[in-house]
């Protein structure tokens, strides 16, 4: 039947919310206070806001350039956990480990040498001189200390994303809990100087971000190492930092590709906001609330995503193609259906948004610009839901150069030359371009469907 086909029964959803919902609420929770974080820097001005915004920008290659490296060593240690083989997570994990180190060094390498022409790409439009002056002071003041935090940074994802392929994803979501509130309150301190505290602005935000990092990452390796029984390969970490030839090749084949994808396509998605701002600052601005806002209401399609990798990285270890093949349908579907659930409510909340931003620098002009962003990007979320699904069912079988043509390629192909040649050769509004980048996404759910059903992506590799 084709309701059995498309819909799994009540054990199977059970399921797949015991794995996403507590990744719906970490994301949720660390994107809410994200928002806040937007709205307290706003209160303070304008540029304050502008700088923390292109320095997270940038930031965001970095953190997509670490997901990448994790997941890669993740699709083995999802196969390994569906086999039960505690040594092969171990190793795996110490994968992570060293090229999350290798990346972290690199990373604050390149922003110390290159913060500023970084920055300036983000700051060529029309508008005030003075705003572009102060914008990237504060992007500049911000970038320096959140180098602090990547270390720890990259190294929570190491524990967090091992817990998930175990199963286990509610520890990764209390860490994540505590160091939001250890963030959220840092804020409220030092950005204003509450409690007799400097009022420190823009420094005091980075701070209270650095410090949350190292309070996730206290909790992760605690938690871990803490309760052996829960987590066999724990006590096997350390015991050694060898990992076999084999598997550092198997690893590297696969997860260098999913690096590259994740930082193609980071840097894809930098590359067209910043043309977004070639025409107007006031873009940079109403971006910055659009898509803080977006990150919020699409943590549900996103963490499924992530649940999708783990369910069917555990089936396809498991010897259980079958499954794995069934299950793909189902995932998808729920997936795309909790998108449009997602557009619904999103819509509802955008027109009332930007009026949370009282400050003097945000004009009418700036708040109408970011409700029609928000809109748009809503009207897009089943698309994204979709696409988002089918690249995590590629990515569970290791088809990381399929999924490298499916994600980046696509990014540098099709997303930034439209939105190039819209803005540089096109006199249409911003908006409808806006429109046009998001509305070609469409293509590549009929390519993700296409690829989902010839089935390539079904096989062990553990």
Same mark, same amino acid.
Not at 35 to 44: A, E, R
Not at 209 to 232: C, D, G, M, Y
Not at 403 to 421: E, K, Q
């Given at each position: 039947?084709? =309701?059995?086909?498309?819909?799994?029964? =009540?054990?199977?959803?059970?399921?797949?919310?015991?794995?996403?919902?507590?990744?719906?609420?970490?994301?949720?929770?660390?994107?809410?206070?994200?928002?806040?974080?937007?709205?307290?820097?706003?209160?303070?001005?304008?540029?304050?806001?502008?700088?923390?915004?292109?320095?997270?920008?940038?930031?965001?290659?970095?953190?997509?350039?670490?997901?990448?490296?994790?997941?890669?060593?993740?699709?083995?240690?999802?196969?390994?956990?569906?086999?039960?083989?505690?040594?092969?997570?171990?190793?795996?994990?110490?994968?992570?480990?060293?090229?999350?180190?290798?990346?972290?060094?690199?990373?604050?390498?390149?922003?110390?040498?290159?913060?500023?022409?970084?920055?300036?790409?983000?700051?060529?439009?029309?508008?005030?001189?003075?705003?572009?002056?102060?914008?990237?002071?504060?992007?500049?003041?911000?970038?320096?200390?959140?180098?602090?935090?990547?270390?720890?940074?990259?190294?929570?994802?190491?524990?967090?994303?091992?817990? =998930? #392929?175990?199963?286990?994803?509610?520890? @990764?979501?209390?860490?994540?809990?505590?160091?939001?509130?250890?963030?959220?309150?840092?804020?409220?301190?030092?950005?204003?100087?509450?409690?007799?505290? @400097?009022?420190?602005?823009?420094?005091?935000?980075?701070?209270?971000?650095?410090?949350?990092?190292?309070?996730?990452?206290?909790?992760?390796?605690?938690?871990?190492?803490?309760?052996?029984?829960?987590?066999?390969?724990?006590?096997?970490?350390?015991?050694?930092?060898?990992?076999?030839?084999?598997?550092?090749?198997?690893?590297?084949?696969?997860?260098?590709?999913?690096?590259?994808? #994740?930082?193609?396509?980071?840097?894809?998605?930098?590359?067209?906001?910043?043309?977004?701002?070639?025409?107007?600052?006031?873009?940079?601005?109403?971006?910055?609330?659009?898509?803080?806002?977006?990150?919020?209401?699409?943590?549900?399609?996103?963490?499924?995503?992530?649940?999708?990798?783990?369910?069917?990285?555990?089936?396809?270890?498991?010897?259980?193609?079958?499954?794995?093949? #069934?299950?793909?349908?189902?995932?998808?579907?729920?997936?795309?259906?909790?998108?449009?659930?997602?557009?619904?409510?999103?819509?509802?909340?955008?027109?009332?948004?930007?009026?949370?931003?009282?400050?003097?620098?945000?004009?009418?002009?700036?708040?109408?610009?970011?409700?029609?962003?928000?809109?748009?990007?809503?009207?897009?979320? @089943?698309?994204?839901?979709?696409?988002?699904?089918?690249?995590?069912?590629?990515?569970?079988?290791?088809?990381?150069?399929?999924?490298?043509?499916?994600?980046?390629?696509?990014?540098?192909?099709?997303?930034?030359?439209?939105?190039?040649?819209?803005?540089?050769?096109?006199?249409? @509004?911003?908006?409808?371009?806006?429109?046009?980048?998001?509305?070609?996404?469409?293509?590549?759910?009929?390519?993700?469907?296409?690829?989902?059903?010839?089935?390539?992506?079904?096989?062990?590799?553990?």
């Amino acid at each position: 039947m084709l =309701r059995n086909k498309l819909f799994g029964d =009540r054990a199977f959803y059970k399921y797949v919310l015991a794995l996403s919902v507590p990744m719906m609420i970490q994301n949720g929770i660390t994107h809410l206070v994200s928002m806040l974080d937007n709205l307290m820097i706003g209160i303070v001005g304008k540029v304050e806001m502008n700088g923390v915004y292109i320095a997270n920008q940038l930031l965001f290659v970095f953190n997509l350039c670490i997901f990448g490296a994790v997941a890669g060593a993740g699709i083995f240690g999802a196969q390994f956990a569906g086999q039960k083989n505690h040594q092969g997570i171990a190793q795996a994990m110490r994968f992570k480990i060293y090229i999350c180190t290798i990346l972290t060094i690199l990373g604050i390498g390149v922003f110390l040498l290159w913060d500023e022409p970084l920055i300036v790409l983000y700051l060529q439009g029309e508008g005030d001189p003075s705003v572009t002056v102060n914008s990237l002071s504060n992007a500049q003041e911000y970038l320096q200390i959140m180098l602090i935090g990547l270390p720890a940074f990259a190294l929570s994802q190491c524990y967090a994303g091992t817990l =998930r #392929e175990t199963g286990r994803t509610t520890p @990764p979501m209390v860490a994540g809990i505590v160091a939001v509130a250890v963030n959220l309150i840092g804020n409220g301190i030092l950005i204003y100087g509450l409690l007799g505290a @400097p009022a420190l602005g823009v420094k005091g935000a980075a701070i209270a971000t650095v410090l949350s990092r190292f309070v996730e990452l206290a909790i992760l390796v605690i938690w871990t190492h803490a309760n052996p029984e829960k987590n066999p390969f724990a006590a096997l970490l350390y015991r050694s930092f060898r990992i076999p030839l084999r598997l550092v090749g198997q690893i590297l084949l696969r997860g260098l590709p999913l690096m590259l994808n #994740e930082a193609a396509w980071s840097v894809g998605l930098v590359a067209l906001n910043r043309q977004y701002t070639i025409r107007d600052l006031d873009v940079v601005s109403a971006n910055s609330i659009a898509q803080i806002f977006w990150n919020v209401f699409s943590v549900s399609f996103m963490a499924v995503g992530v649940t999708v990798g783990i369910i069917l990285g555990q089936k396809l270890g498991d010897g259980d193609k079958k499954g794995a093949k #069934e299950d793909s349908v189902r995932l998808i579907v729920f997936s795309t259906l909790l998108g449009v659930g997602v557009t619904l409510v999103y819509c509802a909340f955008a027109p009332f948004i930007p009026h949370l931003y009282q400050g003097e620098d945000f004009t009418p002009a700036i708040r109408q610009l970011a409700t029609q962003m928000m809109i748009v990007g809503a009207l897009s979320m @089943p698309i994204d839901a979709f696409a988002h699904a089918t690249y995590f069912t590629l990515r569970s079988g290791g088809q990381v150069f399929i999924t490298l043509l499916f994600d980046s390629v696509y990014m540098w192909v099709i997303n930034v030359p439209v939105a190039f040649l819209l803005m540089e050769y096109t006199t249409l @509004p911003f908006l409808v371009v806006y429109a046009i980048c998001h509305a070609v996404n469409i293509f590549k759910c009929f390519l993700g469907a296409w690829l989902v059903k010839k089935g390539i992506w079904i096989r062990t590799i553990v």
